[in-house]
């Protein structure tokens, strides 16, 4: 799997929108970008991924770049609650349907009042 | 539903012994999966299983081992443990049916181990 690069830590203030940029130059055709997030010391929760267009749902909106070699993650209105570690993932798809994720350090987000 | 549940939530032990990590999920997905994070770390996969009978090794499989003998529960081994597995351990689950087979996998709680 592509090697994924982050900062290690932002901050945002409060309502302000927060982008959480990511680079995967290594990333291949058929890998797709995941981000996950880790509130404190609770489970993974899964934010939203993509192949080659950008992707929106309710929680953020993900762009990736024409050549796939970076994307950003963008909370369009940060709150408090959205404090903590970002995860940006590169995985492609193995046998059964399967896919593995591999976690790095990713980014501390602090939302600052 | 209760989604991913996890039991203990702590655990000490001491070296040598053994002991079950229990993970069930009660949303009928296929694929389950053990991660393990240590402190400032991201996390690490140990094994995987994308259905009953069927497991594989992940990046760190040494000192666990696995089964899943039904749908619902996969249970994770430490057949001797050691300082070295200190960590939290992370069930997972997710869905290999449905219209996208690579949307999004749910986390349990966590199990906070400590090896003496």
């Known amino acids: 799997d592509a090697k994924t690069t982050q900062p290690t830590s932002m901050d945002c203030a409060e309502g302000r929108a927060a982008n959480l940029p990511c680079n995967h130059s290594?990333?291949?055709?058929?890998?797709?970008v995941y981000w996950y997030r880790q509130i404190h010391s609770q489970g993974p929760q899964y934010i939203i991924h993509g192949l080659k267009n950008n992707e929106t749902n309710e929680m953020a909106s993900l762009i990736i770049t024409e050549d796939r070699k970076s994307s950003t993650l963008i909370l369009p209105h940060a709150t408090l609650r959205d404090t903590a570690v970002y995860y940006c993932?590169?995985?492609?798809?193995?046998?059964?349907?399967?896919?593995?994720?591999?976690f790095g350090k990713g980014t501390k987000l602090s939302v600052i009042p | 539903n209760a989604g991913v549940t996890q039991t203990p939530k702590f655990q000490v032990l001491k070296t040598g012994q053994s002991m079950t990590l229990q993970c069930a999920q009660d949303m009928n997905h296929e694929y389950m999966s053990w991660y393990r994070q240590d402190p400032g770390m991201g996390l690490r996969l140990i094994h995987y299983?994308?259905?009953?009978?069927?497991?594989d090794q992940g990046e760190v499989p040494n000192g666990y081992n696995v089964s899943r003998s039904t749908t619902e529960d996969f249970p994770l081994r430490l057949l001797s443990a050691a300082p070295s597995q200190t960590s939290v351990y992370f069930c997972?689950?997710?869905?290999?049916?449905?219209?996208?087979?690579?949307?999004?996998?749910?986390f349990g709680p966590g199990t906070r181990l400590t090896v003496l």
């Open positions: 290594t990333i291949s055709g058929n890998e797709y």
């Open positions: 299983s994308v259905g009953a009978g069927i497991t």
């Open positions: 997972a689950s997710r869905s290999l049916a449905g219209p996208s087979r690579m949307d999004e996998q749910f």
């Open positions: 993932i590169v995985s492609r798809p193995t046998g059964a349907g399967s896919y593995q994720l591999t």
